[in-house]
């Protein structure tokens, strides 16, 4: 039962971050920590971020950064995961 559940939930989480090919995530600009790699990276992967168009603005550099190599992992995975 508890097998099941875990499974369940995780499905549904992995649908959740699911994009379509060609559709794109429009993404609010960050709020709150917004100062380094981290913060951009975990603002790139929480917003599914597409491509790395909304990490450019009036962030630092290292957050600018970070946000691009999420975007970049997210690429990543997608091309990965994709059906021959």
């Known amino acids: 039962m ?4 875990l499974l369940a939930l995780s499905l ?8 379509a ?3 794109t ?3 609010k600009n960050c ?3 917004c100062s380094n ?6 603002w790139a992967q929480s917003a599914n971020l597409v491509d790395a168009a909304p990490c450019n603005g009036p962030y630092p550099e290292a957050f600018i950064d970070g946000c691009r190599d999420g975007v ?3 690429y990543q995975l997608r091309r ?3 059906p021959l």
Do not use: F, I, M, W
Not at 12 to 19: K, Q
Not at 37 to 42: K, N, R
């Open 80 to 82: 990965s995961t994709r």
């Open 12 to 19: 549904a989480l992995l649908a959740g971050c699911a994009v």
């Open 72 to 74: 970049e992992d997210l």
């Open 2 to 5: 508890k097998k099941t559940l």
């Open 37 to 42: 790699h981290e913060d951009g990276y975990q």
């Open 25 to 27: 995530t429009v993404a």
């Open 31 to 33: 709020q709150g920590n």
């Open 21 to 23: 090919p060609g559709q």
